[in-house]
């Protein structure tokens, strides 16, 4: 067949893993971005790793028994606790090593939670797993509500958003009233290494900041925007382009602290106005002028604080 | 043989984990339960043990953290208590859904409200149904020899599912005892090492903790309880062999002077001891009184305790915990449910006592036992309350 426009082959990425971790068939929505972003992270690490993940849409859409979607030693005990779990399979496998029971030999530890399972019921061990070093590289995948239990608010919905549990009404006129919880700096305040956002868009980003984790001697937190369609309301081919947007109007800027030094990795010239980020989305469909530009005002404000913050 | 000293029971074993070679142990202190896991993180600190002590910011982590060490392959080991025991009470029950062999050692403590520090069974009956393996203890060398019989139980391939060592708080944790302690080459003769039938590793890929439809939950529980129940010869195993190796002999179901009994008192943990001095004293009166031990609670001897009490004419049930508004307090029910069918069966008493560190002494016993007799309603009484 001749190469045309529409049938272009594109040409492999350099250091691209072809490996896949979680292979297809799961139960994903279509156009789901979250579970592109748990196939990115694996792609980063490789086989020698182990995955303790909390209850939450990735669990759910890869393990319906006897069925498995995972290609790498994977373990669900709870929602809460992805990354006590963790703890314990470093803490296990370390005591194991040096008696010489298992090959002694490095293995990632990886733990994943969504928002919800990161944000707010896990938020305690979650931090006890930081605060103990544990060599741990903690992920949550972040798509802003609980949406395997049908779209609730979160700690991390962000200011202005509908979900279930946030509608808006004639008392909440914009939905969600919290502005987003600020996970990377409560984590980079615990110390640790390595903190940092990314987005499964821009995935070369996403994969390096990974394999940056693995190398650092403790624990790393990884914080994902990870479009959901359905949550999200939007068409399954947008949640590329939503995240595209997220970064490129400063809602979800791409940065990363390196032992206590911070560090923007995308700076657009000139920021897009939120107002092309809000449109399109169902869940901010209710949003007048009023709060668009408030909202957009606290962005700007928390976007100037972090460009200082990285210089 | 290993050498006998008096020590403080809490002491003892965490020296028994020590033995054990445990791999990791991780555990948030609670009254009484603190001294176990005090001494762990010593002899951790010291270099004295091997094993990765991972302070824990919570109960729930606790049990989080061991289900991920023993999903591992690791020997995992956690202690708690009451309010503890509460709040990792989701995963406790994951714990053994998931078959992970894991070792608790709990001290049995008194539920809030109101807050109580002292002993009785409350917090283990909220866990009854977890499918754990419970077993009680009567004195400090039974705790003792309990540690290093729960590794073996749990860690067989057989079984596979997680255990729990009963300990009553204060009145057993917090006294000395003399104790003879195990040599190294005892426990290596008595404890293998643990070979996982699936590890979480690379070398081999797993998935542990799916989800399951209603297709299959039921199956699933179904084999959880096989499994249970079927752990039952290999726990009566592991105590033949510790009786080869210590002299001492461990049975689901122990009689003290039962064999012509009329009346029998039956009962959990170190109450036992108190209960067998009424048992003297009713003698020495020429009451025809025998007691009846029960130290296996999960998976439940039915036909053992049937052989124990079928002959009497009426049995006390001493139950440590209540029951909120249930026909029986918790032991009494099995006891009442397993003799239903049994054309010769006693009568069934039941009397709640020592609940939240209430003293229960030899005399009380005796009085519970006059109570009980004279109380027609096969109801329940709940002894020793102040009006
Ligand atoms: C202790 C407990 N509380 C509540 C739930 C119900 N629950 C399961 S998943 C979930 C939400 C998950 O949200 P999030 O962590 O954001 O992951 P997502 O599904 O959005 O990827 C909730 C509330 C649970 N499983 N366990
Ligand atoms: S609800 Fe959202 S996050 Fe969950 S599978 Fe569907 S698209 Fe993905
Ligand atoms: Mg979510």
Not at chain 1, 177 to 194: L, S
Not at chain 1, 255 to 262: D, H, I, L, T
């Amino acid at each position: 067949m001749a190469e045309t426009e529409k049938n272009k082959v594109i040409k492999p990425i350099k250091n691209f893993a072809m490996q896949e971790y979680i292979s297809s068939g799961h139960r994903a929505c279509q156009g789901c971005a979250e579970v592109l972003a748990v196939r990115h992270v694996l792609k980063a690490i490789g086989p020698d790793m182990i995955l303790a993940m909390a209850t939450g849409c990735m669990e759910i859409i890869s393990s319906p028994y006897p069925l498995t979607s995972w290609n790498i030693p994977w373990i669900h005990v709870a929602f809460e606790n992805a990354a006590a779990v963790a703890s314990g399979v470093e803490s296990g496998l370390k005591a194991l090593r040096r008696k010489g029971r298992v090959p002694d030999r490095d293995v990632t530890i990886v733990a994943m939670g969504g928002d919800g399972g990161t944000t707010d019921i896990g938020f305690q061990a979650l931090s006890g797993m930081m605060e103990r070093g544990h060599r741990v590289i903690y992920v949550c995948v972040d798509n802003e509500a609980y949406m395997n239990t049908g779209i609730q608010r979160s700690s991390s919905t962000p200011f202005g958003a509908t979900t279930t549990t946030s509608p808006a009404g004639r008392v909440k006129p914009a939905g969600e009233m919290t502005w987003k919880k600020d996970m990377v700096a409560i984590a980079a305040a615990h110390g640790i290494p390595y903190a940092a956002t990314a987005c499964p868009t821009f995935f070369t980003d996403l994969q390096k900041k990974i394999q940056k984790a693995k190398e650092v001697d403790g624990p790393s937190y990884i914080h994902i925007l990870s479009v959901c369609p359905t949550g999200w309301r939007i068409p399954p081919n947008k949640a590329i382009e939503y995240g595209q947007l997220a970064v490129d109007t400063g809602v979800f800027p791409l940065y990363e602290v390196e032992k206590g030094v911070w560090k923007l990795n995308r700076k657009p010239k000139e920021l897009k106005p939120i107002s092309e980020y809000f449109k399109g989305q169902g869940r901010y469909r209710h949003l007048d002028e009023k709060f668009t530009s408030e909202i957009q005002d606290k962005i700007t404000e928390k976007w100037n604080k972090l460009v200082k913050f990285c210089e | 043989m290993g050498r006998k000293v008096g020590v403080e029971v809490s002491i003892a074993a965490a020296d028994a984990v020590g033995l054990c070679d445990v791999d990791v142990v991780a555990a948030y202190p609670i009254t009484p339960q603190t001294h176990v896991v005090e001494h762990l993180s010593e002899l951790c600190a010291s270099g004295s043990l091997d094993a990765e002590f991972v302070p824990v910011e919570s109960e729930h982590s606790a049990m989080s953290v061991c289900c991920g060490s023993a999903a591992a392959g690791a020997r995992t080991f956690t202690a708690t208590s009451s309010q503890g025991l509460a709040l990792m009470a989701e995963i406790v029950f994951i714990a053994s859904s998931m078959r992970l062999p894991i070792v608790m050692f709990l001290a049995n403590r008194a539920l809030s409200s109101p807050l109580s520090i002292w002993n009785d069974h409350s917090d283990t009956m909220m866990v009854r149904d977890s499918g754990w393996i419970q077993v009680f203890c009567e004195n400090g060398q039974e705790v003792y020899d309990a540690v290093f019989h729960a590794f073996r139980v749990a860690e067989d391939a057989r079984v596979s599912l997680p255990v729990m060592i009963n300990v009553d708080g204060f009145n057993l944790t917090h006294v000395i005892e003399p104790i003879e302690f195990w040599t190294k080459e005892m426990t290596q003769k008595y404890l293998p090492e643990f070979k996982p039938i699936h590890r979480l590793h690379p070398d081999k890929v797993v998935t542990m903790g799916a989800f399951g439809m209603p297709e299959i939950y039921t199956e699933a529980k179904m084999a959880q309880n096989d499994a249970l129940l079927k752990s039952f010869p290999v726990i009566k195993q592991g105590w033949d062999e510790l009786a080869d190796l210590t002299g001492r002999k461990y049975s689901p179901v122990e009689t003290y002077r039962t064999e012509d009994a009329e009346t029998i008192i039956l009962g959990m943990g170190s109450i036992c001891e108190t209960a067998s001095l009424a048992v003297d004293q009713m003698r020495e009166r020429g009451k025809k009184a025998g007691l009846v031990k029960l130290r296996l609670w999960r998976p439940l001897p039915v036909d053992d305790i049937k052989k124990a009490i079928a002959r009497a004419k009426d049995v006390l049930v001493l139950d440590r915990a209540v029951s909120f508004g249930a026909a029986n307090a918790p032991v009494t029910s099995e006891i009442r449910a397993i003799m239903y069918h049994e054309s010769n069966r006693p009568n069934i008493h039941n009397v709640i006592a020592g609940l939240g560190g209430r003293d229960v002494t030899p005399d009380h016993v005796i009085e519970m036992l006059e109570m009980a007799l004279a109380d027609k309603t096969h109801g329940y009484n709940i002894f020793g309350v102040r009006s």
